[in-house]
Nanobody, 118 residues
Framework: QVHFVESGGGLVQPGGSLRLSCAASGLTFSTYTMGWYRQAPGKGRENVAVITSRGDVTNYAVSVKGRFTISRDNARNTVYLQMNSLKSADTAVYYC???????????WGQGTQVTVSS
């Protein structure tokens, strides 16, 4: 069974940084494009960043471009999201999943809460 466990969230002041991790199991991780997604209170889930299976191509939402960096370690079945210059608008629950068109490979996990507040 495919399973994703997100971690690394927390409370941070505006301008601060966090590094999220997503550990994957139950899939051939190195063959999937992976993505980070987020859902703020009262809003729908939105794309944040994606990275191809070999890590050679990345794509970011306009709102996070230049501040967030997605990366992966296929040997550790883990995808990361380095978040810098955090803003209050980044407050959300962050999730990861494998891209499997037309949707995603697995059900959404618990996610990790990121709160940006002074």
């Amino acid at each position: 069974q495919v399973h994703f466990v997100e971690s690394g969230g927390g409370l941070v002041q505006p301008g601060g940084s966090l590094r999220l991790s997503c550990a994957a199991s139950g899939l051939t991780f190195s063959t999937y494009t992976m993505g980070w997604y987020r859902q703020a209170p009262g809003k729908g889930r939105e794309n944040v960043a994606v990275i191809t299976s070999r890590g050679d191509v990345t794509n970011y939402a306009v709102s996070v471009k230049g501040r967030f960096t997605i990366s992966r370690d296929n040997a550790r079945n883990t995808v990361y999201l380095q978040m810098n210059s955090l803003k209050s608008a980044d407050t959300a629950v962050y999730y990861c999943n494998a891209v499997s068109p037309p949707g995603f490979l697995a059900s959404w996990g618990q996610g990790t809460q990121v709160t940006v507040s002074s």
